[in-house]
């Protein structure tokens, strides 16, 4: 497994130099707190937060061709597939809360950048959350292949933009983005206008 920082970018292949068919984009945001104290005085009961991981698929003019959330679990064309919903944060640590499953070989051939975003769906801030990461899983093999490691506490932000996965002819890539979001951020169309930015 390879720690990627923000700004790199590796290419999504096996070892024997083909491309990987099919990744799990997993998202996640630290072991919440349920025992009350900071936590719970933060945000006003028993510490819950609301946070939710989506991305959206960018044509090479960086027009958005699709948006996968919680509210719309499939692509079109089922190459991408979000596995659900976490409400309230927690799980196991070091552990995606959400994931995406990307089949690279089947993604349509008009979508060039696939941008993957988090967002606070309660309003909440990312404060007092320590960090956030993304991984990548080979699905063929079930092996992590890469992990962005992004510290979030302190940031009175609302979204941030993590990562994208995007090609170049027939090979994909992974970037780590990492880039914070301001304004209102409670859907993924609250944060497709930053992360156009990116793709």
């Not at 025992?35 to 937060?49: A, E």
């Not at 090479?60 to 979000?82: A, T, V, Y």
């Not at 950048?113 to 404060?127: A, C, P, Q, R």
Request: charged share 20%; proline share 3%; glycine share 14%.
């Amino acid at each position: 497994m390879q720690l990627v920082k923000k700004g790199q970018s590796i290419e999504l292949k096996k070892k024997d130099g083909s491309g990987l068919s099919s990744v799990a984009i997993g998202l996640g945001w630290g072991k919440r707190e349920t025992t009350g104290g900071f936590f719970s005085k933060l945000f006003g009961g028993d510490g819950s937060v609301d946070l939710d991981a989506a991305c959206i698929g960018y044509d090479g003019s960086k027009n958005p061709c699709e948006k996968i959330s919680f509210q719309n679990l499939r692509s079109k064309d089922g190459s991408i597939i979000h596995t659900g919903d976490d409400l309230t944060g927690g799980g196991v640590n070091n552990q995606p809360n959400e994931v995406i499953n990307v089949n690279l070989q089947s993604v349509p051939a008009n979508i060039v950048s696939i941008v993957f975003v988090v967002n606070s769906y309660s309003g909440e801030t990312f404060t007092g959350i320590p960090s956030a990461f993304c991984n990548v899983v080979d699905n063929t093999s079930n092996n992590e292949i890469a992990r962005f490691n992004l510290s979030t506490d302190g940031r009175d932000h609302k979204g941030f933009i993590i990562a994208k996965v995007s090609r170049q002819g027939g090979t994909w890539s992974f970037s780590a983005i990492g880039e914070s979001c301001s304004g209102r951020q409670q859907t993924v169309d609250d944060c497709e206008p930053h992360a156009r930015r990116h793709a």
